[in-house]
Every structure is written in C-alpha cells, then in structure tokens.
C-alpha cells in the first residue's frame, strides 16, 4: 500500500488498518522465533506500515482538533 493511498483514507479505517498490521506484525515476529519465515524483510515492512499509519493519524488528529 502507498502513502498516498493510506493519506485518503479516514481516521477509522487507520485505525483499523493500524490494528490489522500490528496483528500482522506480531504474526510474523512469531513466526521467526518458530522459524517458519524465511523472508525476515516483511518484519521491517509490516514495522514501517504500521509507523506511517500511527503518523498520519497522529497528523489527522491534530489538524481536525487544532
């Protein structure tokens, strides 16, 4: 998904799609330990979607309360 993509979206579906990479995240963090994962480089992926959502709804917030 692209930035640009994730910047139309509204706040509620961040959030949703906030909680769904973190699910993601925790998935794949469990998977290593386990040794399941081969592709370790979806850990950073998953880790970088979930930092631009939190901004950008950290950014929404701000200009509709400021």
Do not use: C, H
Request: proline content about 0%; cysteine-free; charged content about 45%.
């Amino acid at each position: 998904m692209d930035i640009k993509e994730i910047r139309k979206m509204q706040i509620e579906e961040l959030k949703k799609k906030l909680l769904d990479e973190e699910k993601n995240l925790s998935k794949l963090t469990y998977d290593v330990s386990l040794g399941k994962l081969k592709d370790t480089s979806e850990i950073k992926k998953s880790k970088k979607i979930v930092a631009q959502v939190a901004t950008i709804i950290k950014e929404k917030e701000i200009l509709k309360n400021g």
